[in-house]
């Protein structure tokens, strides 16, 4: 993979191909259950040799509110499954917050982030 809008796509389409409504920019507005891909910190780092790079992405995950054991339960689920189909199309999880409330458009939803890398090679 060479473009960072391309991994940011992979991402967005791997996700809803493993059922979960996904966005590879920052929406305006959400409707949960859904996964938002942002830039992470840093966003771009150098690999291991100078031609290759590696891609920080963080993927938003929230749901709709509702009791903790239910919420808990969709959040372990989601986790499982998207976590898998991220490995299978070549990212690397590196970790996974606590569930906290994320606060969207002065709204607080369930959810958690989930930061991925992802290689890239810079074209010239």
Same mark, same amino acid.
Request: net charge negative; with cysteine.
């Given at each position: 993979?060479?473009?960072?809008?391309?991994?940011? $796509?992979?991402? %967005?389409? &791997?996700?809803?191909?493993a @059922? =979960?409504?996904? *966005?590879? *920019?920052v929406?305006g507005?959400?409707?949960?259950?859904?996964?938002?891909i942002?830039?992470?910190d840093? *966003?771009? $780092?150098?690999a291991?040799?100078? /031609? $290759?790079? !590696?891609?920080?992405?963080?993927? !938003?995950? !929230?749901?709709?509110? @509702?009791?903790?054991?239910?919420?808990?339960?969709? =959040?372990?689920e989601?986790? $499982?499954?998207? /976590?898998?189909?991220l490995? %299978?199309?070549?990212? =690397?999880?590196?970790?996974?917050?606590?569930?906290?409330?994320?606060?969207?458009n002065?709204t607080? *939803?369930?959810?958690?982030? !989930?930061?991925? &890398?992802h290689?890239?090679t810079?074209?010239?």
């Open positions: 993979m060479s473009s960072l809008k391309t991994i940011r $796509e992979l991402a %967005e389409t &791997t996700l809803k191909d @059922g =979960l409504n996904a *966005y590879a *920019y929406p507005r959400i409707a949960p259950p859904c996964a938002v942002q830039a992470g840093p *966003y771009i $780092e150098q291991e040799t100078f /031609i $290759e790079h !590696v891609i920080r992405l963080e993927i !938003v995950i !929230v749901l709709r509110a @509702g009791d903790n054991r239910r919420t808990a339960t969709d =959040l372990d989601y986790l $499982e499954t998207h /976590i898998d189909a490995d %299978e199309a070549g990212f =690397l999880v590196q970790n996974v917050t606590q569930p906290t409330p994320i606060t969207w002065s607080d *939803y369930p959810g958690v982030i !989930v930061t991925v &890398t290689d890239f810079l074209n010239n």
